[in-house]
């Protein structure tokens, strides 16, 4: 029984992370200071230091470094990603050489073969880290559409979307649903090198099956466990998630990534001129 005063041990979980209309303020952590700890009703919650942004940079530098594996470095990135992306985009731009083969290739290329491995690992539970679309859920693009919607902050709407069905990754083969990496690597590395907002890029994975057998039978799996359908029913499914998202993010930029040769000259054919 939850205790008095409180719904539940979710509620209470959710009290003892105090947020703020502040995004800065809201990932602030270690830097928050005295005044705004008091604000957010944290005082005698967190250690009592107060560190500048730099010293939190120190800090998660050393424990990337720790890492004996680039698989476990990227890990640590996401995770530190989604839940703080002030000091995931410090620590990316002031590293850039160390950490750009992490997030993009050629580790990315391992942690997508592994994706579903490590897909619990890489954020807290049900954070929001882009659209996975199942082909058997195309019919319903519009819901989720609105759920995405409903994940972000007020005037967050998307700027740019780069989409995958994860059929040709990296020269590595179909992966299905694990392809989602290219998507999430490439966007971080526009935000690096190119300054577009992190709030307003949406990885996007169109999950349609996979024609890979290993993957198939994983029980670890978790893209959808059928055979990719035929061009018909490809095109059609693809078609109806491009009108939606064109119609939800009319100035949204669109950018297709690692299908397979024939589908990805046939989505640029059909919609070069209408909506990229």
């Not at 640590?76 to 002030?86: A, D, P, Q, V, Y």
């Not at 300054?195 to 099956?209: E, K, S, T």
Request: aromatic share 10%.
């Amino acid at each position: 029984m939850a205790p008095s005063g409180t719904d539940s041990g979710t509620s209470s979980a959710r009290r003892s992370r105090s947020t703020s209309p502040d995004p800065l303020a809201s990932t602030a952590g270690t830097a928050l200071p005295y005044a705004t700890r008091t604000a957010l009703h944290l005082k005698g919650l967190v250690p009592s230091g107060v560190e500048d942004f730099k010293i939190q940079e120190q800090r998660a530098l050393e424990q990337l470094n720790m890492k004996s594996t680039n698989m476990e470095k990227y890990m640590f990135l996401s995770w530190l990603r989604t839940t703080n992306l002030n000091l995931f985009y410090r620590l990316v731009l002031h590293n850039l050489k160390q950490i750009a083969p992490v997030i993009y290739t050629p580790t990315v290329g391992q942690a997508c073969q592994e994706y579903s491995h490590i897909y619990p690992f890489l954020a807290p539970p049900n954070a929001v880290d882009g659209l996975y679309i199942p082909l058997t859920e195309v019919d319903n693009i519009a819901e989720i559409i609105e759920n995405y919607r409903e994940s972000i902050a007020e005037g967050d709407e998307p700027e740019i979307t780069v989409i995958t069905d994860g059929s040709r990754i990296l020269g590595l083969g179909d992966l299905g649903m694990n392809g989602m990496g290219i998507p999430v690597g490439k966007l971080q590395l526009y935000v690096a090198a190119a300054g577009l907002n992190p709030d307003r890029c949406l990885p996007i994975v169109l999950d349609f099956g996979t024609n890979t057998e290993r993957y198939l039978e994983d029980p670890l799996y978790l893209g959808l466990r059928q055979h990719r359908p035929a061009d018909k029913e490809f095109y059609d499914a693809a078609n109806k998630v491009i009108e939606a998202l064109h119609a939800a993010f009319p100035s949204m930029f669109i950018q297709f990534e690692d299908f397979s040769t024939d589908h990805a000259f046939g989505l640029l054919d059909h919609w070069r001129r209408r909506t990229l």
